[in-house]
């Protein structure tokens, strides 16, 4: 986890929530967030942007997970803001489902059981409780992250009960016991939430909230509606299917029932039956038939059995099926699943006969369907099977699994491994693997083959098994050809069902199905999966998926794994239960004894926020009058047929004005379609899918209703590591914003990630942001103060050109990125990146200052581009620049031109001024002992002269190589790797004398080309003149390595050394320092109280006054106009410094420092000035005065 870092003080943050504050009261007051549809129809798709975030579970407060995803929401909306859009986020809150009811009843149990306020046992209850108890919290569901512990315990904490639970929310007993009635939940968190979002700025309507379940007679209203239309055209079936269920809540336990296990399904095998051919021990008892039933999901295999697997350690049970009085022989846990899938005469009810452990059931013969295997087969030991998954019992096919040859390997290697089991050497010696597919490249034995290829030395070679596992059974199911058997050369994926419909029609096997994973209910009760009949929407039917791929086809989803993730889904989705008997929600229409489950009512209620603000008024609940007057019972089913069917005629008989459902109409083919839906990832496979489904449902001939993009995100983490309250790594939106106020959260939620992988919120970053945000506030006040003074005019420099070159670049970019929504890189780009530009140009500026008119567009530009992100900080930067409407009533920047050649200039100019001071830096830093860097002497000579030598052109071998590589670059659209690159170059006849060089340059243009200059890197001529840029930037050099003259010569200059024109290179100059004759000159401020009292430094030959005044204000820190900072000599150079000063009267024996030209005297160290009016040498000493008037 990242090390948390103490704050020094809370000043910047508190700064910005107070701006914050403001800045939210400035858009309620001017309702900056409220979108009606204008009343002429619309143009088209475009002029709109309409998005919604899966509404919250109420259950809790919001936490830092919900606020990652809906930033992604949030950013969008006022990034088309910006661009002309008319845009709507409305937002409201989910209360369907178990939750809620579940919390509320455990409450009220424990006020009857512990009283009030309760007194619970101590810590030795019992743990089967406990884990009940923290199986049911309050905070929203989803977290798929694989911890060890479960998401319920991770948020529970310590918590046993759920009065606890309560407690850790910082609730006293005195609310908490008002929490066992449901509806108080329903009061207490959607205003919290309001609040907390409200808090970090949100562009929501709030106008169009609401909540559902029945609490809600408008939003009840809607879904009946929905429901009766998906009936009434055969999307909604009855009858018996295989469900995820909780015996304990006895009803389908769907996604949002669950503590664990969370979008787990459920796993078909064939459940292979193996007949005892001969009673021992225990068995005798029995007179029915008994059989060991197998789990296998490859039934075609089962031509290879050689015999059956146990675990010796496992306890089994017979019981009685209603099977032909057959007894079975499982374990416990699968007796039970099968119990609930019509195995016994009683659901969920299972008659066990006997008890038994795996050893006592060692070495019975058995006969078991298809195999080929001389019969009998017997019961051997097998050490890697678990009990927690299928039934316990496997069947062994040596030839296709590496695990069955390993454990028969053991045994037939090991004589007292057998003993040790009574297993006789006729049960295991003559078992050799029976080839029954053919594997391409693996051979008829494939388990064999993968078995000698990963060096398998036994069965508890765990890691090197599950490869050559994944292998033979991927290549066998997919590429396998039966060599055996009725189907003999088919290829085994399209033979599968077969088999195993032969096997179930022969009564040999049956169809078996358990959880793919343990799920363990809200209500802490281990779920099964049963045979239920119960009201099912039949997705995955034909005509109907196919609506569904063509809504998918057409949506954009942003990430290319995000459309494979929703294909899966709909290729295995299937008949889902949409009804329950426990919780709260909406009663089935037409059978009132379900309840429409939590994920089934919420699939197009999108359309439902589209009119909502009219209907409730910004309530939850539909409490207030409507602002039409409508009321929740005048909304029948031909009413919202009227509102979303635009054909449907005005219905008879109806009690509300046509006029007033016209505006209901116009809202919703207005904002609908939905242009985007923001979620996390977990709700591709169920929300997200149901969906597209049910919008193909509602308007099958109507695309224009269809969403048109989805975007997800992956979890977040905080500080690294997954979030959790057991852990104190916890951050609730509330928390958050009070800590790193609401733009330092966002740009930290901004910052976290843009991908479908886990995104990270890292504390260190948002107090880094509040720093930024901070100083970009202060630095604009700052500039808004120096503004009079500021260059102007219409000339431009170089810098300035290139600064409004970047400006546009950066701008154009950060457009990009918000379009894509990739807003970690919208957050480089139009913040970041282009701080640093303007920190670049600040610098490069230098004396001449910045130029007003470009630096105040680059504020106004900036406060643009960060407004979706941090809108707080970009509101009140819009409002210091004078503006007196709200920054959201502007528009995206337009982007002038890009000159990408002064950009590359520009890039060129900062990459050698960076080279040159490392070759500064090299030259003065001192080695130590061990090589080990000291710090610079500050009294030691340094130098004060360069030259930078610059090449025309590439030596001619260089040339060779360069149109090579360009040539072999342009052949393969990439470069070959060097040992290509090597062999062509060697048959260069001009490049025998290079050889020992030509490698060392290739890998030097290589890197070039790979760290993005691309082609580029392989020119022999530069796009622009290396020597101008450099010549018009003296001033920015000579500052920068702090220094007194800089030369820009041509390395075909006579002076230049030979080593120098052999390496110098276009685009790479090299620099060459010297230390030219100098005297040390002090400057004494003599002002009472200044801070800084003595600064010196050097005096070179042919320095003028002005340069010592530049030198002056640079060693000073000096910004203003030069004209105010004034230089004193003493008139008496020699007596004039060893006089006492006086400092009422610093002027008495000086004089001012006229402009002119300094001459040095090296021997005595000292300096004359010869003025500009002619006149002869003046000696001036080597110790001034200066002041700032």
């Known amino acids: 986890m990242t090390a948390k870092i103490e704050r020094r003080g809370t000043f910047k943050v508190e700064y910005l929530q107070e701006i914050e504050q403001e800045v939210q009261q400035r858009w309620e007051k001017e309702r900056l967030h409220e979108s009606d549809a204008p009343m002429t129809p619309k143009n088209s798709q475009d002029e709109k942007f309409f998005v919604t975030f899966p509404f919250p579970y109420m259950n809790g407060r919001l936490h830092l997970g919900h606020t990652f995803s809906l930033s992604k929401a949030e950013f969008a909306v006022r990034f088309n803001r910006l661009k002309g859009k008319h845009v709507l986020w409305p937002f409201g809150f989910h209360c369907t489902g178990m939750p809620i009811k579940a919390c509320a009843d455990k409450l009220r149990r424990e006020l009857q059981d512990f009283g009030y306020p309760p007194k619970f046992p101590d810590a030795s209850i019992d743990s089967s409780s406990s884990d009940e108890m923290k199986s049911i919290q309050v905070e929203a569901p989803k977290d798929k992250s694989k911890g060890k512990k479960s998401k319920a315990v991770a948020k529970a904490g310590a918590a046993k009960y759920q009065w606890q639970i309560m407690q850790s929310l910082g609730l006293k007993d005195e609310e908490i016991k008002k929490f066992a009635e449901t509806d108080y939940w329903l009061d207490y968190f959607p205003p919290l939430a309001v609040q907390d979002l409200k808090k970090i700025g949100v562009h929501v309507d709030w106008r169009r909230t609401f909540l559902t379940t029945d609490a809600n007679p408008y939003f009840d209203s809607f879904v009946r509606w929905q429901f009766m239309h998906l009936k009434n055209r055969g999307k909604i079936m009855y009858g018996k299917r295989y469900t995820i269920f909780s ?141 927690d998954k299928g039934t316990g019992v496997v069947t062994s096919v040596p030839s296709d699994s590496p695990d069955d040859y390993a454990a028969l390997v053991d045994l037939q290697r090991k004589d007292a491994f057998r003993k040790k089991y009574n297993i006789e050497d006729k049960m295991v010696l003559p078992c050799n693997p029976i080839p029954i597919i053919e594997v391409p490249s693996l051979g008829s034995i494939c388990a064999k083959h993968a078995y000698d290829l990963f060096k398998i030395q036994s069965q508890n070679d765990k890691e090197k098994l599950a490869e050559a596992k994944q292998l033979c059974y991927l290549k066998g199911f997919y590429d396998g050809v039966l060599l055996v058997g009725e189907y003999k050369g088919q290829k085994v994926q399209d ?116 009119v909502v603000h009219m209907l409730q008024g910004g309530s939850f609940r539909g409490e207030k009058p409507s602002p039409l007057g409508i009321k929740a019972a005048d909304m029948c089913p031909e009413v919202w047929d009227y509102l979303f069917f635009k ?149 431009r420099n170089f810098n300035d050109n290139v600064f409004i070159s970047e400006m546009n670049l950066k701008t154009q970019q950060t457009d990009d990125n918000y379009k894509k929504m990739l807003f970690k890189e919208a957050l480089r780009t139009g913040f970041y990146e282009l701080q640093l530009a303007r920190d670049k140009y600040r610098e490069l ?110 030596p001619p071998w260089q040339c060779c190589v360069l149109d090579t590589m360009r040539e072999l670059y342009s052949t393969h659209q990439a470069l070959p790797d060097n040992k290509v690159l090597a062999a062509t170059l060697q048959k260069k006849a001009e490049l025998t004398k290079f050889m020992k060089r030509v490698m060392p340059f290739v890998q030097t243009v290589r890197e070039k080309v790979e760290n993005g200059k691309g082609l580029s890197a392989l020119a022999v001529n530069l796009d622009f003149d290396e020597r101008q840029v450099l010549v018009d930037n003296l001033e920015y050099l000579k500052s920068t390595l702090d220094l007194d003259a800089v030369e820009i010569k041509y390395t075909d200059d006579l002076d230049a050394p030979e080593k120098t024109r052999e390496e110098v290179r276009p685009g790479a100059p090299f620099i060459s320092f010297s230390i030219a004759p100098h005297v040390p000159v002090a400057f004494v401020n003599p002002i009472e109280r200044s801070g800084l009292f003595q600064v010196n430094t050097m005096v070179v030959e042919g320095e003028t006054v002005k340069s010592l005044k530049e030198k002056l204000a640079k060693l000073i820190g000096f910004k203003a106009d030069l004209d105010t900072l004034k230089i004193w000599r003493y008139v008496d150079p020699v007596m004039g410094p060893r006089q006492i000063p006086e400092f009422r009267d610093y002027k008495k024996g000086k004089a001012l420092l006229n402009d002119g030209t300094l001459l040095l005297d090296i021997n005595q160290k000292c300096v004359s000035l010869v003025e500009e009016n002619g006149k002869p040498a003046t000696p001036i000493g080597c110790q001034f005065v200066y002041v700032v008037e």
């Open 247 to 387: 015996p304990k809540d006895g009803q389908p336990c769907m996604d949002h029932d669950r503590s664990t296990g969370e979008g787990v399904g459920s796993q078909d095998y064939t459940l292979i039956k193996m007949k005892v051919l001969d009673k021992n021990g225990k068995l005798k008892s029995l007179q029915q038939p008994i059989y060991l039933v197998a789990a296998t999901m490859r039934p075609e295999t089962m031509y290879g059995q050689t015999n059956c697997w146990l675990h010796p350690d496992i306890t089994y049970v017979a019981w009685q099926t209603n099977r032909d009085n057959e007894v079975w022989i499982s374990t416990r846990r699968a007796a039970r699943n099968m119990s609930y899938q019509g195995f016994t005469d009683e659901e969920g009810k299972v008659t066990e006969l006997l008890i038994l452990t795996g050893l006592e059931l060692m070495g019975i013969s058995l006969s078991s369907p298809l195999t080929l295997h001389p019969s009998p087969i017997y019961t051997l030991p097998m050490l890697s099977i678990k009990e």
């Open 845 to 954: 500026c230098g004396m001449q200052g910045m130029h007003e008119e470009i630096i105040f567009e680059f504020i106004r530009r900036q406060a643009l581009l960060m407004s979706p992100i941090c809108p707080h900080v970009a509101e009140h930067v819009w409002s210091l620049l004078g503006n007196q409407e709200s920054i959201w009533h502007a528009s995206w920047p337009d982007v002038g031109e890009v000159n990408e050649l002064d950009i590359l200039r520009s890039e060129y100019l900062m990459e050698a001024a960076h080279v040159f001071r490392l070759n500064l830096k090299n030259i003065l830093q001192v080695k130590g002992k061990g090589g080990k860097e000291k710090p610079v002497d500050p009294l030691s000579l340094k130098p004060n002269r360069a030259v930078v030598w610059v090449a025309k052109s590439y």
């Open 647 to 795: 054909d449907t005629p005005y219905p008879d008989n109806c009690k509300i004005e046509q006029k007033n459902l016209d505006k209901l109409r116009h809202e919703f083919e207005y904002w609908y379609p939905m242009d985007l839906r923001v979620s996390g990832k977990d709700l591709i496979q169920n929300h997200l899918t149901f969906m597209l489904y049910n919008h193909a449902a509602m308007w099958p001939n109507d695309d224009t209703k269809w969403p048109k993009g989805v975007r997800v995100n992956g979890h977040l983490l905080l500080n690294s590591a997954k979030m959790s309250k057991s852990d104190g790594n916890f951050l609730t939106l509330y928390e958050a914003v009070n800590k790193f106020s609401a733009d330092g959260t966002r740009l930290c939620l901004a910052d976290a990630g843009d991908s479908i992988e886990d995104a990270n919120f890292v504390e260190s970053t948002a107090d880094a942001g509040i720093l930024r945000l901070y100083n970009f506030i202060e630095w604009v006040k700052e500039m808004l103060a120096v503004r009079p003074a500021m260059r102007r005019g219409t000339h």
């Open 495 to 610: 033979v599968k069902k077969q088999v195993q419909k032969k096997l179930i029609d022969n009564k040999e096997a049956e169809l078996y199905y358990e959880p793919e994973k343990p799920i363990i209910s809200r209500s802490g009760d281990q779920c099964v999966v049963a045979l239920c009949n119960q009201w099912y929407l039949n997705y995955g039917e034909n005509e109907w998926q196919a609506q569904a791929k063509r809504i998918l086809k057409e949506m954009d989803t942003y990430h290319a794994e995000v459309r494979n993730n929703f294909e899966h889904c709909l290729g295995w989705l299937h008949e889902y239960a949409c009804s329950r008997t426990y919780g709260l929600g909406t009663k089935l229409p037409w059978d009132e004894q379900w309840l429409i489950e939590s994920l089934s009512d919420s699939t197009i209620y999108m359309a439902f926020y589209t």
